[in-house]
């Protein structure tokens, strides 16, 4: 069974930085694509980030621009850098894991960001 464990969440001013990473074990990291995603209260959990296996990115609009998804596959982490935060960037950051192949789908348990003066 996969584990996945964020880190790097907090509170932090509007404009200033964070890096989430989310580390994986027992899997074969490098064949999956990872997504961040993000939930605020009283909100559905949406899509922020995504990078494959062939360290393809896309990015949600809302975070263009101010955001960066990386993978290291020897160290079987992700990374979220996001930069120039924003209110609207507060909520809970979960890491995800799917292999499309088999269906394997799995989460994290999220780490909070708080952008607030």
């Known amino acids: 069974q996969m584990q996945l464990v964020e880190s790097g969440g907090g509170l932090v001013q509007p404009g200033e930085s964070l890096t989430l990473s989310c580390a994986a074990s027992?899997?074969?990291?490098?064949?999956?694509?990872m997504n961040w995603y993000r939930q605020a209260p009283g909100t559905r959990r949406e899509l922020v980030a995504t990078?494959?296996?062939?360290?393809?990115?896309n990015y949600a609009d809302s975070v263009k621009d101010r955001f960066t998804i990386s993978r290291d596959n020897t160290k079987k982490t992700v990374y979220l850098q996001m930069n120039s935060l924003k209110p609207e960037d507060t909520a809970v950051y979960y890491c995800?894991?799917?292999?499309?192949?088999?269906?394997?789908?799995?989460w994290g348990q999220g780490t909070q960001v708080t952008v607030s003066s």
């Open positions: 995800n894991a799917v292999l499309f192949a088999t269906g394997s789908n799995y």
């Open positions: 027992k899997m074969i990291f490098s064949i999956f694509t």
């Open positions: 990078i494959t296996r062939g360290a393809t990115t």
